[in-house]
């Protein structure tokens, strides 16, 4: 991976997570917002809620799920509009922004990733990494917004393709049990919740 070494500037930012209405754990995640700042600070502001929407209610990532989840592959969520993955919004006042660089690599679990909203169905399994990418890039470039997802196997096969913007710094032990839960065609059985969010 090009170098993305913890730096005081860069923000830290934490979801506590639920499974079934339970508590799971807390993610912490690093942003590289040295490296892609407007892409950081886009989830960063998501996190805190201090985004509002056009009703002037704050929107961002506390209440929402994680929609989707592939075992040896990724965990993705973010979509906090309709909650199955069609749904996109930015900070930048437009539902979607350009991909700012792809001088991060897909190379290690753990890494937060831009995801994109799903404009055809989604095929009735992702279990190959080529079907899984067809379908993770079906909105095409530059259509960035708020889904994210966290890789939970090195994936090269997305490099140049997807926005890589930070990486879990604790609680990777959280994203497994989020990767393990069961599911039906990718969604989780219960529901996965992120209770509570914000930058520490």
Not at 34 to 62: D, H, L, M, S, W
Not at 79 to 97: E, M, P, Q, R
Not at 142 to 170: E, M, R, W
């Amino acid at each position: 991976m090009a170098e993305a070494t913890s730096a005081s500037s860069n923000p830290v930012v934490f979801f506590d997570t639920t499974l079934g209405g339970e508590p799971l754990g807390r993610i912490k995640m690093e942003l590289f917002a040295e490296i892609v700042p407007k892409t950081a600070e886009n989830f960063r502001q998501f996190c805190t809620g201090e985004t509002k929407n056009p009703q002037g209610r704050p929107q961002g990532y506390k209440a929402s799920k994680f929609h989707r989840v592939i075992k040896d592959f990724m965990i993705q969520g973010g979509d906090f509009l309709h909650g199955d993955g069609t749904g996109s919004a930015s900070i930048y006042g437009t539902k979607a922004f350009a991909d700012e660089n792809f001088t991060l690599k897909h190379d290690t679990p753990g890494l937060l990733s831009m995801a994109v909203s799903d404009s055809d169905p989604k095929p009735t399994c992702l279990c190959d990494w080529k079907t899984a990418l067809t379908y993770l890039e079906n909105s095409g470039p530059n259509t960035n917004g708020c889904q994210f997802f966290i890789l939970t196997k090195a994936s090269p096969f997305l490099n140049n393709k997807h926005v890589v913007f930070g990486k879990v710094i604790d609680g990777m032990d959280v994203v497994r049990k989020i990767e393990n839960a069961r599911t039906t065609r990718e969604k989780p059985n219960q529901d996965i919740s992120i209770s509570q969010c914000g930058e520490m």
